[in-house]
């Protein structure tokens, strides 16, 4: 259990996907601009990762039985995409608000590279199932809290008096840069 | 043992082949069930709509491509003309399935693009890179024809032309413009200011041979007072211009055309 626990903290904080291993920065940097909106993103993402973790982990047993392993990244692939259909045709029926606002970013989940990243992770660090499970959760409450806080950040600096060559997109970079370097101080975290 | 080595290479393709058509079965079925239980139903007259809109989705209309207005239109919240692609034809086929008379809304006219320089390699004043040396004028950079999604804008001879046969007005290429220069004109409108140098007559002379030199007689001789002068450039108020010419006679560099 402890070892759990420690696998799921050192995912969403040590390591965080986005803001110190660059996974996932499309969507991250793209639907951060309202926290409501970066809430319900975190959360499709959270659900595909946790269940592509616990499906591939099956999947790669059963490539591993048969030594094709060299297959796991387009079997994965497979599977992150059909979750990611699952996951919009489950937002446009029941909260199509949250479908128009997400856009794009909802079926580029698909090609997210956290998702795959993940799921490529448990199999590299050989865990089991609950390991992978505990990861995936972990890795994608990481990718939760971190665009939960940028989104924050860009809404209180939507009304802030930013330099010309810095609006748009560059003060997002260095804002994204400095809750990275915030980020590191969880390294010296003693678990 | 070479019988052995190709028997496992061949059992190795077929797990292979087993392994990831068997997933993707799976999950094509799945996706096929949850697509019924998830099912959204669309109104036949949102996707009749969708039906009569080109289908190009370059965003012309402002909505995200031609889903978007489909919807808004369905709504109410976009007038059945909203496509400046379609134009009136896309509008009379919309007002069918919307059963509203086209007649009254549909008359709004098309615009074309246009790029408000003419200062071709030959014309225009080249520094010793070969690029021109008037900051207003068209740099030849391509961006306009990238963006445009109708093949309506080519670079020709260091400047961007739109062929008007082509153009449908949807302002792909005005947004994209880094000069700023493309302007989208109304389509009956046959007399444009092909020149947006704001200098004086002095550097204008000096860079272009075809620019204009801000002279004012064009202002000065239309007939409907449609052409104010601002910095140096005319400019044509579309709303008051009949298409007289007298602009495009008054003027000595044929600037106005």
């Given amino acids: 259990?402890?070892?759990?626990?420690?696998?799921?903290?050192?995912?969403?904080?040590?390591?965080?996907?986005?803001?110190?291993?660059?996974?996932?920065?499309?969507?991250?940097?793209?639907?951060?601009?309202?926290?409501?909106?970066?809430?319900?993103?975190?959360?499709?993402?959270?659900?595909?990762?946790?269940?592509?973790?616990?499906?591939a982990y099956f999947l790669y047993l059963l490539l591993d039985a048969l030594g094709i392993t060299y297959l796991d990244t387009i079997v994965f692939i497979l599977v992150i995409a059909a979750l990611v259909q699952i996951v919009e045709s489950f937002f446009k029926k029941y909260v199509p608000s949250l479908y128009k606002a997400l856009g794009v970013y909802l079926p580029l989940i698909t090609t997210?590279?956290?998702?795959?990243?993940?799921?490529?992770?448990?199999?590299?660090?050989?865990?089991?199932?609950?390991?992978?499970?505990?990861?995936?959760?972990g890795t994608a409450f990481g990718y939760l809290i971190a665009i939960v806080i940028l989104a924050g950040i860009r809404e209180r600096n939507a009304n802030n008096d930013v330099p010309t060559p810095f609006k748009g997109s560059p003060i997002v970079m260095i804002t994204a840069a400095l809750m990275a370097m915030a980020f590191f101080g969880f390294a010296n975290l003693a678990i | 043992m070479f019988g052995i080595v190709l028997a496992m290479d061949v059992m190795n393709i077929v797990w292979a082949t087993v392994v990831v058509g068997g997933v993707g079965l799976v999950l094509g079925l799945l996706l096929g069930v949850t697509g019924h239980i998830f099912a959204v139903e669309i109104d036949p007259k949102q996707a009749a709509?969708?039906?009569?809109?080109p289908g190009n989705n370059c965003g012309g209309c402002g909505f995200p491509g031609c889903d978007g207005l489909a919807a808004a239109i369905f709504e109410g919240t976009a007038p059945i003309n909203a496509c400046p692609v379609g134009g009136a034809a896309a509008a009379a086929a919309i007002a069918e399935v919307m059963g509203v008379d086209a007649g009254d809304v549909a008359d709004v006219e098309g615009k074309k693009a246009f790029v408000k320089c003419k200062g071709?390699?030959?014309?225009?004043?080249?520094?010793?890179?070969?690029?021109?040396?008037?900051?207003?004028?068209?740099?030849?950079?391509?961006?306009?024809?990238?963006?445009?999604?109708?093949?309506?804008?080519?670079?020709e001879n260091g400047v961007a032309v739109v062929d008007r046969e082509k153009c449908v007005g949807c302002g792909a290429c005005a947004a994209k413009c880094p000069k700023k220069i493309i302007e989208l004109v109304p389509e009956s409108k046959t007399h444009v200011v092909a020149c947006s140098n704001h200098q004086t007559a002095k550097e204008v002379k000096e860079v272009c041979k075809v620019g204009c030199l801000g002279c004012t007689l064009c202002s000065k001789k239309c007939p409907e007072g449609a052409i104010t002068m601002e910095e140096n450039l005319p400019v044509i108020d579309y709303e008051k211009c009949t298409n007289c010419g007298t602009c495009a006679e008054s003027c000595r560099f044929k600037v106005i055309s």
């Fill in chain 2, 49 to 53: 709509i969708r039906g009569c809109l």
């Fill in chain 1, 112 to 137: 997210n590279c956290a998702v795959l990243g993940v799921a490529l992770t448990n199999v590299q660090n050989k865990y089991n199932f609950w390991q992978s499970v505990v990861c995936g959760f």
């Fill in chain 1, 1 to 55: 259990m402890g070892e759990l626990i420690i696998i799921a903290i050192t995912a969403a904080l040590l390591s965080n996907v986005v803001l110190s291993q660059f996974l996932g920065i499309c969507s991250f940097l793209g639907v951060s601009t309202k926290t409501d909106v970066a809430v319900g993103m975190g959360g499709a993402v959270v659900f595909v990762i946790t269940v592509a973790s616990a499906v």
């Fill in chain 2, 120 to 155: 071709s390699n030959d014309v225009a004043t080249l520094n010793e890179k070969g690029r021109k040396v008037c900051t207003y004028g068209c740099i030849a950079c391509g961006l306009c024809a990238r963006a445009c999604s109708f093949g309506a804008i080519t670079v």
